[in-house]
């Protein structure tokens, strides 16, 4: 069953877009990991979902309904969803009260809320916080009473917006587990934003790529903001200012980048390029990680850019995390888009 | 000094024996403070919370209005008040003028920009994310507005205490709209006044006394409504 759609969704703040989103489906009872840097719409989008704000133009269908934006529709819209901040705030009032505030909304009596409180505060291991003034509790104690404040509304959908940002690590770990258990006990569908890569590997089946406010489709890496100029004669692509990558002839000026992370091949400094015109960028290797039958390869060549090797050519290569190495691109692996 | 000792002495005595009059003109100046208080908070509230979180066209002429209505004397609304509530203004047929009922109309008039800009800028100081995680929670606009209200509780009872304490000290429009007539309208203010063109100090220093002992126990409340979370903040 398709959860949400969106067709034509733009949210324009101050005349600057920051979500374009052409169309998109989310089905329903799955997991969802919304990935991007910070500003590509990731919040926006989230405010969008959970019908707290409405799209400057487009269409948003909720459960195959076209979502009505006027006010008086969107309680029991919102009463569905339930949005868990990445700072989440919390109400001056003991933590057992801020957990009761949902329920208290839906007007549920005060006996069944107060074990309602208490159940999804025992979820989240906060039970014995239950007396304690909530807005004193630490960042990840803070974030744990918001999703047992979230559950106790029993929602068919649960947003979260960076989970685990700013959290230490004991409390990130609880976090994610306790994602991963909502969604496989209760059946809550789960869109959670992270720029964390492996965070939306170990909790969701979907991944959704935002980068500047638009899908970018499967991958999502290596997508950059630069200007390509004439220089020499060559034209190219300047990446932070830094990084300078051959393009092909195209529009001067502000551009999209685009690098396919399989398009990216590693040489060590003895190793010759396969054709001599093939420009060269230094890189040091930052990460290497196993991702199915590949293994991928943070370099640092002034920005961060991820490769993905076959097992076999990474065995093959031998470099090591902290090799300085040369990137070369394939006829292809760098698209440039205005 | 001797005389200064000795008007403070009579003073605590008739303080301590409960003078009928002198309460009386506690009671009268309660009263009237009270009740434009409590029209004022009714009214200055909503419209203080409403400014703060509505974006309008003309907002901030609004609050450049509200802010210079602040500054507005006692003896200018004590005098545009008259002019309505005499005998030959508009409102002159209810006959309301130099009872304690055309004070406090007066003194809505002056605090009533206190109240709600003082509102209006507690409520703006609270975070946003209180209003969207109340409606992300399932609450309804006015559940959300109160939720925000709840947090900015503080800043308004102190806005509520800020304009009570004006009203009680205040003395034009007691003295314009009441006419100062003993047993009826004759507040602490204006009952001070007279009895310092009179020379009599005693009973204006014990009324000072008493005005001074209202200011102290509604700080004292303030500091109590705020002690719970206020301390922790």
Redesign the interface.
């Known amino acids: 069953m398709i959860l949400y759609e969106m067709k034509g969704v733009k949210q324009v703040f101050d005349d600057r877009t920051v979500l374009d989103i052409n169309h998109l489906e989310i089905s329903a009872g799955r997991s969802y990991a919304l990935l991007g840097p910070n500003g590509c719409g990731k919040t926006t989008m989230l405010?969008i979902l959970?019908f707290?704000r409405p799209p400057t133009c487009g269409v948003v269908h909720f459960r195959d309904r076209e979502v009505d934006w006027r006010?008086k529709f969107l309680?029991a819209l919102?009463?569905q969803?339930?949005?868990v901040?990445q700072?989440?705030?919390m109400?001056?009032n003991t933590v057992l009260k801020n957990v009761e505030?949902?329920p208290r909304?839906?007007s549920v009596p005060a006996g069944e809320r107060r074990k309602i409180a208490e159940e999804c505060l025992d979820r989240v291991g906060m039970r014995e916080f239950a007396p304690r003034?909530a807005?004193?509790l630490s960042g990840g104690e803070t974030q744990r009473v918001a999703i047992a404040?979230?559950l106790a509304?029993s929602p068919d959908v649960l947003l979260f917006d960076e989970p685990t940002a700013g959290v230490d690590v004991e409390n990130q770990a609880v976090i994610e587990g306790i994602i991963q258990d909502i969604r496989k006990e209760n059946g809550i569908s789960v869109i959670f934003s992270t720029h964390k890569r492996l965070e939306a590997s170990r909790l969701a089946q979907h991944r959704i790529f935002l980068f500047e406010g638009k899908l970018t489709g499967p991958g999502g890496e290596n997508l950059f903001s630069g200007t390509v100029v004439k220089r020499n004669g060559r034209t190219v692509c300047v990446i932070g200012g830094k990084v300078e990558l051959d393009v092909s002839a195209g529009r001067l000026g502000p551009a999209r980048v685009f690098i396919k992370p399989e398009g990216i091949r590693i040489l060590r400094p003895d190793q010759e390029p396969h054709k001599p015109s093939e420009g060269l960028v230094s890189a040091e290797v930052i990460q290497l990680t196993a991702e199915g039958d590949y293994v991928k390869v943070l370099l640092d060549m002034g920005v961060p850019i991820r490769a993905l090797l076959s097992r076999e050519e990474a065995r093959l290569s031998r470099f090591l995390v902290g090799d300085r190495v040369h990137v070369a691109f394939e006829d292809g692996a760098v698209q440039v888009s205005a | 000094m001797d005389f200064l000792i000795q008007s403070l002495s009579s003073a605590l005595n008739m303080i301590w024996s409960l003078d009928p009059e002198m309460c009386f003109i506690v009671y009268i100046s309660l009263y009237v403070s009270f009740f434009s208080t409590l029209i004022a908070s009714i009214l200055g509230v909503p419209l203080g919370f409403l400014i703060a979180v509505n974006r309008f066209r003309g907002k901030r002429a609004v609050i450049t209005v509200l802010n210079t209505l602040l500054a507005l004397p006692t003896v200018v609304i004590g005098l545009f008040a008259y002019a309505f509530l005499s005998r030959r203004g508009m409102l002159g047929f209810l006959g309301l003028l130099y009872t304690p009922k055309a004070i406090v109309i007066g003194q809505v008039i002056l605090i009533l920009p206190w109240v709600a800009a003082f509102t209006m800028t507690a409520i703006s100081r609270i975070d946003e994310r209180y209003r969207d995680t109340a409606l992300t929670l399932g609450a309804t606009g006015l559940s959300a507005s109160l939720a925000v209200a709840r947090e900015a509780r503080f800043g308004i009872l102190a806005a509520i205490i800020a304009a009570f304490g004006r009203v009680i000290a205040e003395i034009g429009i007691a003295m314009m709209l009441g006419g100062n007539i003993k047993g009826f309208t004759r507040t602490m203010t204006t009952a001070m006044a007279l009895e310092h063109n009179k020379g009599e100090f005693v009973l204006a220093v014990a009324l000072g006394i008493v005005l001074l002992t209202v200011s102290l126990l509604m700080n004292i409340v303030l500091q109590l409504a705020q002690g719970r979370y206020g301390e922790n903040r």
Do not use: E, S
Request: net charge positive; proline share 8%.
């Open positions: 405010h959970a707290l006010k309680t919102r009463r969803v339930v949005l901040d700072h989440p705030i109400f001056t505030y949902g909304m839906r003034p807005h004193l404040r979230a509304c």
